[in-house]
């Protein structure tokens, strides 16, 4: 478990932050995942109350 900690961590230290707001919350996430808590969903629908989520939007660009 803690290596895939640790590729987390390494993907959020990673994101060039946009503003002093992104990169605030880049800094809560990594203290998050070195805090020890659990990070990821161990029962439905939201135990432990925050876990870590991914979200996406595809984007489909059509030739002119």
Not at 3 to 31: G, Q
Not at 57 to 63: E, N, P
């Amino acid at each position: 478990m803690i290596e895939i900690r640790n590729k987390i961590k390494n993907i959020v230290s990673n994101i060039i932050p946009f503003d002093a707001l992104e990169s605030n919350h880049a800094s809560e996430v990594i203290d998050w995942i070195e805090s020890g808590e659990e990070i990821f969903r161990v029962e439905k629908p939201d135990i432990p109350n925050k876990h870590l989520v991914s979200y996406f939007c595809l984007y489909y660009k059509v030739a002119k």
